[in-house]
């Protein structure tokens, strides 16, 4: 949820984003008040279900957990599949490890931005 705020937010111009999960909750209210204060928007934002893609078709899926890689992987089909695996901030009980990982989301989506752009225009 936290990468569909950025990429919506950043590169909306330029990709249709959608965030799955492998077992949706309620956002975490850590989560939502981090990117809020760091200037991203943050309405209708929900966790939502692998199936909600339905037969949405996915040039590019990224995975950011082992866990979610080992869940969904293999019957995921994308043209190309990421995987960069990010802690859970949820684990880290404090404000600062969302921050942290917002920082991270952000500074990786930029590096997969440029590149895609180097690669096709």
Not at 6 to 20: E, G, H, L, M, P
Not at 39 to 53: D, H, N, P
Request: glycine fraction near 4%.
């Amino acid at each position: 949820m936290m990468a569909e705020a950025i990429a919506c937010q950043k590169y909306n111009d330029r990709f249709n984003v959608f965030s799955v999960g492998t077992a949706p909750t309620e956002p975490d209210e850590r989560a939502i008040n981090a990117l809020q204060q760091h200037g991203f928007k943050t309405e209708g934002l929900s966790s939502k279900s692998f199936a909600a893609l339905g037969n949405t078709e996915i040039d590019y899926a990224i995975i950011l957990c082992d866990k979610a890689k080992q869940e969904c992987a293999q019957g995921l089909t994308a043209t190309h599949i990421l995987s960069w695996d990010f802690p859970d901030p949820k684990a880290g009980k404090t404000i600062k490890a969302f921050d942290t990982t917002i920082h991270e989301l952000a500074d990786r989506l930029k590096m997969f931005v440029l590149l895609y752009d180097k690669e096709f225009n």
